[in-house]
Structures are given as structure tokens and as C-alpha cells.
């Protein structure tokens, strides 16, 4: 795990609000936001969560990645925002200020192809995913996104508040 993840997954539970969707596992260190903040920010990321799925036709297989869902930590004590095989963590200074951080790191955990290795890309070999240049790829990826996925995000918000049909909405979440 990278710096202090560890430290916030064991402290969880009586450091951090749990917040749960339909979708996914929200864990917010105590103080951080109001309650209604914590609300809407669980929502925001329960959206884009379904949105960035939706996007890139993957799902979260409960059973390949041996959780019911993934979990979200927003935190400032796990270093930069990042992603592993089940669990993401969202550095509060930077996340807040800009949700897009959240589709770039929810792209990161839905294309991890083998969530046990230590590695992302089983196209490759250990060496090849290893370098700096696959590791730029995988940024490089999951860094395109979130502008398309934002867009989805606002027209749907758009579509919802003008009255529009309700398939719309259906179709990212």
C-alpha cells in the first residue's frame, strides 16, 4: 500500500464516517465536512462511480475482486489520491476542489486487470509494467477520461433539472 493507506484502513472504523450506496462504500475522516457536505459528496461519488462504469463498459465484479464493493477514503493522511485492486483514496486538499480526481482514480480501479498482482497490466510482462513508461500510459489512460465523463455528468444534471425523460438519466447510473 502506499504511504499511510494502511494506517487508514485499520483506523477506519473509529476515525472516519462509514457512508454506504447502492454501489459503493464511502469513508470520510471525521471533521473533514458538515453532514450535509458528507451527504452530497457521497452522492457525487456514487454518481460518478456509475458514470465512469458506464463509460468505460466495465463493472465492478464482486467476485474477481473478493469485495462486495469498492471503497472510497477521503483522507489526508494516506499521501497523494490513488487507486488500488478494491479501495481508493481521495486526498481531501485535492479532491475537493476537484472531483474530477475521483473519476481519474475510479478509472484506475476498474481497468486493473488482476486485482491480486502487484501490477496492472497482465499484457505486459512484470519488467514492461514496471517502468515508468507503462506506469505514464496508465495515467495517461485514466487521465483522458474524466473530462468526458464530467460532460455525461452535467448533461444528465442538466437533463434531470429541465424535465427531460428519465431514460437519460438511466443510462450513466
Not at 427531460?164 to 438519466?169: A, F, L
Request: one cysteine or more.
Amino acid at each position: 500500500m502506499a504511504d499511510g493507506s494502511r494506517e487508514v484502513v485499520r483506523t477506519a472504523p473509529t476515525a472516519a464516517d462509514r457512508n454506504e450506496t447502492d454501489r459503493v462504500i464511502v469513508y470520510i475522516d471525521k471533521g473533514l465536512l458538515t453532514t450535509e457536505a458528507e451527504r452530497e459528496f457521497v452522492q457525487g461519488i456514487d454518481r460518478m462511480f456509475a458514470a465512469t462504469s458506464t463509460y468505460l463498459q466495465r463493472k465492478f465484479d464482486p467476485t474477481f475482486r473478493k469485495t462486495a464493493k469498492p471503497a472510497y477514503y477521503l483522507t489526508n493522511r494516506a499521501g497523494i489520491s490513488h487507486a488500488e485492486s478494491t479501495r481508493i483514496f481521495l486526498n481531501v486538499r485535492r479532491v475537493i476542489p476537484s472531483r474530477a480526481i475521483v473519476i481519474h482514480e475510479s478509472v484506475h480501479l476498474l481497468l486493473m486487470k488482476n486485482p491480486d498482482a502487484p501490477r496492472n497490466r497482465s499484457d505486459l510482462t512484470p519488467e514492461e509494467d514496471g517502468s515508468k513508461r507503462s506506469a505514464d500510459l496508465a495515467d495517461c489512460q485514466a487521465g483522458q477520461r474524466p473530462l468526458t465523463i464530467a460532460a455525461m455528468l452535467k448533461r444528465t444534471v442538466w437533463l434531470q433539472r429541465s424535465g427531460m425523460c428519465q431514460s437519460r438519466r438511466m443510462q450513466i447510473g
